[in-house]
């Protein structure tokens, strides 16, 4: 069996790089740092990926797109992370696009996902609620049935680039057991957006709706298929989180193997230190292990569940990952900065801003701690229903 990747794969990863490395510049991201909170988003550089085909990997050619399947759409994703640039792809490609994707109408589809590709529009997806952050089932957002309309009430916490979207796909309560997902637009009346601050600066979002008016043609998926399309959503998202974590545990490794072999003491290189050496070790056994368990669930992610045993084979690679990607991120940061001593707290020095990325993919949408306890009750759970 080949685990390499396709000739197709390879082409979408290497133009991915060649445009984020050549493009995202220290100078570039210093101008970034300036800017007030909610506006750190490189725009020049989301117009370059969309002439170069990059924001349609995942959607369909009839749309734009290039057609291909989630695990190339994650290729793109470990290269933003790989070099920290301020763009949207994991709510607008690995949320949003997908989603529409998968569940909307065609109409809906038609709708938005050509301005997605050519970048013209960012959609985002707002799932969480209050302080939680691994459980994005809807519980206190609800909307009430008007016949074929919904009324949409309560309030999601921490929507990225919410600011500067066009459309918000929300997923809401109509009962106990029974959700909607729906596609708002951010200037309708009843919608209200307040900036939160956040540890890399991106832009996010306070979403707050009171009395949102929901016609039918806005309305993805309801009960079953709403709950089907909220897991897969989840999932998209997760996993863009842990392809981001990879590409920048990646790269800041690799800073850090670089500064360590230039580094001298006592003149010799301090990456010929035995205990320097056998840290880096770690740092590339845990990156490795991340990759893994991430292109896992990328792969099983690009083909859709067929019953209820390969949708639990797909949920538990995805919290696994997750688990995997907190963890390494923790571990190489920290990593990073021990070896790279005081020279990685210096802001004039690039580690930093990995650093701080690193701390942020650990927990959005849940911890390592959070999902491993997830997984737990799920393994338990399934161990009852088999005995």
Not at 110 to 120: F, I, R
Not at 157 to 180: C, L, R
Not at 374 to 386: F, K
């Amino acid at each position: 069996m080949k685990f390499s990747l396709t000739e197709s794969q390879a082409e979408i990863q290497q133009l991915a790089n060649k445009i984020l490395q050549e493009q995202v510049t220290e100078e570039r991201l210093r101008n970034l740092d300036k800017q007030v909170s909610g506006e750190r988003f490189d725009r020049d550089l989301w117009q370059q990926l969309a002439s170069a085909g990059l924001l349609g990997v995942a959607i369909d050619e009839s749309h734009g797109g290039m057609g291909f399947d989630y695990f190339s759409l994650s290729l793109l994703l470990e290269e933003v992370g790989r070099s920290v640039a301020a763009v949207p792809v994991v709510t607008s490609l690995a949320g949003a696009a997908m989603l529409l994707t998968e569940y909307a109408s065609a109409e809906l589809q038609q709708q938005w996902l050509p301005d997605v590709v050519n970048g013209q529009s960012i959609l985002t997806v707002a799932f969480s609620e209050a302080m939680s952050t691994n459980d994005v089932t809807p519980h206190t957002v609800t909307a009430t049935n008007n016949g074929s309309d919904y009324s949409l009430n309560g309030v999601k916490h921490y929507v990225p680039y919410a600011q500067h979207a066009a459309g918000i796909i929300v997923s809401a309560k109509i009962s106990d057991d029974e959700n909607v997902l729906v596609m708002i637009d951010p200037s309708q009346a009843g919608v209200t957006l307040d900036k939160l601050d956040t540890t890399t600066a991106e832009p996010q979002s306070k979403l707050t709706l009171a009395n949102v008016m929901i016609s039918s043609s806005q309305v993805l998926a309801v009960g079953e298929k709403a709950n089907q399309a909220i897991q897969y959503g989840v999932n998209c998202l997760l996993t863009a989180y842990c392809n981001v974590q990879l590409g920048a545990s990646e790269a800041a490794l690799r800073m850090t193997a670089k500064y360590t072999s230039e580094r001298k003491q006592f003149n010799t290189a301090i990456a010929s230190f035995q205990a320097v050496a056998q840290r880096a070790a770690d740092g590339y056994i845990d990156v490795e292990c991340l990759r893994l368990c991430t292109q896992q669930a990328a792969c099983l992610l690009s083909n859709k569940a067929s019953d209820l045993e390969s949708q639990r084979v797909i949920n538990d690679a995805v919290t696994m990952a997750k688990i995997w990607a907190g963890d390494t991120g923790h571990r190489i940061s920290y990593t990073a900065q021990h070896l790279h001593g005081g020279t990685g707290v210096d802001r004039e020095y690039p580690l930093w801003r990995f650093c701080l990325l690193l701390r942020q993919m650990e927990f959005s949408m849940g911890s390592s701690q959070q999902h491993l306890t997830n997984l737990g009750d799920r393994i338990a759970e399934y161990s009852v229903s088999m005995a």
